[in-house]
C-alpha cells in the first residue's frame, strides 16, 4: 500500500503538468489561431485520436488489466506472460492494418461524417486526419504498454509519456506555427508519442517483461479475454460517438462553436484528468485485486466515491464563480479575445455538472471491469447516445452550441444514475445508505464556500484586477472556507481525507 500512496503522489503531480501542458497547447493555440475554421478542423481530426486513446485506455485496459493480474503471480505466470505478449502483437497488427486503410479513406469519411462543414474546416479536417491515421498503429502502442505497466503496478512512466505527447505538441506550434501552421500541433503530438513509446517499453522491460514475436494465446485466456473485449469496447466508442455527434451539431451553429465547447471542456476535465490517472487507476487495480472479497472491494469502492465527491463537487462549485477568470487567463489573449472568452464560459457553466458525474463515473465503471461486467455496462451506455441525439436535434436550433454542453451533462447525470443502481444491487442495503449520507453531508460545505468568494467577487476593487490575480485571492479563500465547514459537517470524511494525505506525505 506504501508503494500505491506514493505512486499516487507522483502521478498526481504529474498529471497537473500534464494538465498545464495541455492548457499551454491551448493558450498557443488561441494566441496564434484564435477559435475560428482552422481550431475547429484540427479539433475535428483531434476526435479520431480521443477515439483510439479511449478504445485502449477504458476497453482494452477494462478487459485485460483483470485478466493480467488475475493471473501474473503463481504456477501460471510464465504462460500468463506469453499471452500478454499474444494480445500486445495481435493488437498492434490489427491497428496497422486500420493505419493502412483509413488513411487512404480519410478524404471521403471524414465529411460524411461531420456532414456541411466551411471549405477551411474540411481541409484542416482532412488533412490533419491522415497524419494521425499515419501514426495510429504508434498512438495505440501507447496506450496498450499503459495498460501493461499499470498491471505491474508501475504508473509513473506513463504519465511521463501523456505528457510528452502534449508539451511536444505546444513546443511544435510554438516553434514551428509560422512554417507549418495548425498542422505544427499534429507534428508535435506524434513526436511526442513516440518518445513515450521508447520510455515505456524501457520500463516494461525493465521489470522483467521479454517481448516474444508471437501471436499465440492460451485457448481459455482468448476465449475470456474476446469475450469481454468486445462490449468494452463498444462501450468506450460510446463516448467518443456523442462526442463526435456534439460536433457534427456544433459545425452547424456558429463559427468556432467547436472551439468553444473544446475549451470548455478541457478546464472541467482537470480534476477528472487527475482521478482517471490517479485514483481510478489505483481504485481499479485494488479493486481488481479484491473482487473476490466482497467487503473489502465494498469499502474500497465507497471510498473511491467519498474521495471523488469530496473534493470534485467543490471544484465544479468554484468554477461557477471563477470560471471566466479562469478561461480569461489561459485563453484571452493574441487572436482570443474576450467575447470569444464569454462564449466560451458560457458552455464552461453547462458543462459544470460533468466534473462530478464523471468523477463518480470513474469509480463506479471500474467497479463493474474488475466484476467482469463489460456487456453491462454497454447496454446502460449505448443508450446513453439515443439520449445525447434527441437532446441535441430538439435543444440546438433553439439555444445554440450551449444546449450541446448541457446535453452532454444530462446524460452524464443518466448514466451515473443507471450504472450505480446496479453495482448497488450487489452491496449489502447499508451501502447505500451510506452513498445517501456521503450527498447530504458534502452539499453544506459547498454551499458555503461558494457564498463569500460570490460576493467578494462583486467588489470593484477585486473585479478590476487581473484575472490571475482574482483567482489568486478567491481560490484561496474558498479552499479555507471548505476545509473549515467540511469539518464541520463530515467530521469522519474529513478526517479520512487528512489521515490520507499524512500517509502520503510520510512515503515521499
Not at 87 to 104: E, Q
Not at 368 to 396: D, E, M, P
Not at 414 to 436: A, D, H, N, T
Amino acid at each position: 500500500m506504501a508503494s500505491l500512496r506514493k505512486a499516487a503522489i507522483w502521478i498526481t503531480l504529474l498529471a497537473l503538468v500534464l494538465k498545464l501542458s495541455g492548457f499551454l497547447r491551448e493558450s498557443i493555440i488561441a494566441k496564434e489561431f484564435g477559435a475560428n475554421e482552422y481550431t475547429d478542423g484540427y479539433l475535428i481530426a483531434f476526435s479520431f485520436i480521443t477515439l483510439v486513446v479511449a478504445m485502449i485506455s477504458h476497453g482494452f485496459n477494462n478487459v485485460f488489466l483483470p485478466l493480467y493480474v488475475k493471473n501474473k503471480d503463481g504456477e501460471d505466470a510464465q504462460k500468463n506472460e506469453r499471452n500478454a505478449n499474444g494480445i500486445m502483437n495481435a493488437t498492434v497488427l490489427i491497428f496497422l492494418v486500420v493505419t493502412g486503410i483509413g488513411f487512404f479513406l480519410v478524404p471521403y469519411f471524414v465529411p460524411v461524417i461531420f456532414g456541411d462543414m466551411h471549405a477551411v474546416t474540411e481541409e484542416v479536417a482532412v488533412n490533419v486526419t491522415r497524419v494521425f491515421f499515419l501514426f495510429m498503429t504508434a498512438i495505440a502502442l501507447n496506450g496498450i504498454l499503459e495498460s501493461y505497466l499499470q498491471g505491474r503496478r508501475i504508473f509513473v512512466p506513463s504519465q511521463f509519456s501523456k505528457l510528452l505527447a502534449t508539451l511536444m505538441g505546444a513546443v511544435f506550434a510554438l516553434l514551428f506555427s509560422d512554417t507549418w501552421g495548425i498542422y505544427s500541433l499534429a507534428y508535435g503530438f506524434v513526436f511526442g508519442t513516440i518518445l513515450g513509446i521508447l520510455i515505456q517499453f524501457f520500463y516494461l522491460v525493465r521489470s522483467g517483461f521479454q517481448w516474444r514475436p508471437t501471436l499465440a494465446v492460451e485457448k481459455s485466456f482468448r476465449k475470456e479475454f474476446l469475450i469481454l473485449i468486445v462490449p468494452a469496447l463498444l462501450n468506450a466508442v460510446v463516448g467518443q460517438v456523442n462526442m463526435f455527434v456534439n460536433k457534427i451539431f456544433a459545425t452547424g451553429t456558429v463559427e468556432g462553436a467547436v472551439t468553444y465547447l473544446n475549451n470548455a471542456s478541457l478546464l472541467i476535465s482537470i480534476p477528472n484528468a487527475i482521478y482517471a490517472t490517479t485514483v481510478a487507476a489505483i481504485i481499479f487495480t485494488l479493486l481488481s485485486e479484491q473482487v473476490d472479497d466482497a467487503k473489502k472491494f465494498q469499502n474500497t469502492f465507497f471510498t473511491g466515491m467519498e474521495i471523488s465527491l469530496l473534493t470534485l463537487l467543490p471544484i465544479a462549485a468554484g468554477l461557477w464563480v471563477v470560471g471566466e477568470e479562469a478561461l480569461s487567463f489561459i485563453y484571452e489573449r493574441g487572436a482570443f479575445t474576450a467575447d470569444k472568452t464569454a462564449n466560451t464560459y458560457t458552455a464552461l457553466v453547462w458543462y459544470l455538472p460533468l466534473i462530478v458525474t464523471q468523477g463518480l463515473q470513474f469509480i463506479v465503471s471500474k467497479s463493474l471491469y474488475a466484476q467482469g461486467k463489460t456487456a453491462i455496462v454497454f447496454r446502460i451506455s449505448i443508450t446513453t447516445i439515443l439520449v445525447n441525439v434527441v437532446l441535441n436535434y430538439f435543444l440546438v436550433d433553439r439555444f445554440g452550441y450551449p444546449a450541446l454542453a448541457m446535453a452532454s451533462s444530462v446524460v452524464s447525470i443518466y448514466y451515473l444514475v443507471v450504472s450505480s443502481i446496479v453495482v448497488y444491487k450487489g452491496f449489502e442495503k447499508l451501502e447505500s445508505l451510506k452513498l445517501l449520507r456521503l450527498f447530504t453531508r458534502s452539499v453544506p460545505p459547498t454551499i458555503l464556500m461558494v457564498l463569500p468568494i460570490y460576493f467578494l467577487k462583486k467588489i470593484d476593487w477585486i473585479s478590476e484586477l487581473y484575472s490571475l490575480f482574482q483567482l489568486a485571492i478567491l481560490v484561496p479563500i474558498g479552499v479555507i472556507v471548505y476545509t473549515v465547514t467540511l469539518r464541520f459537517f463530515y467530521r469522519e470524511g474529513f478526517n479520512r481525507l487528512l489521515n490520507m494525505l499524512r500517509r502520503r506525505k510520510s512515503t515521499v
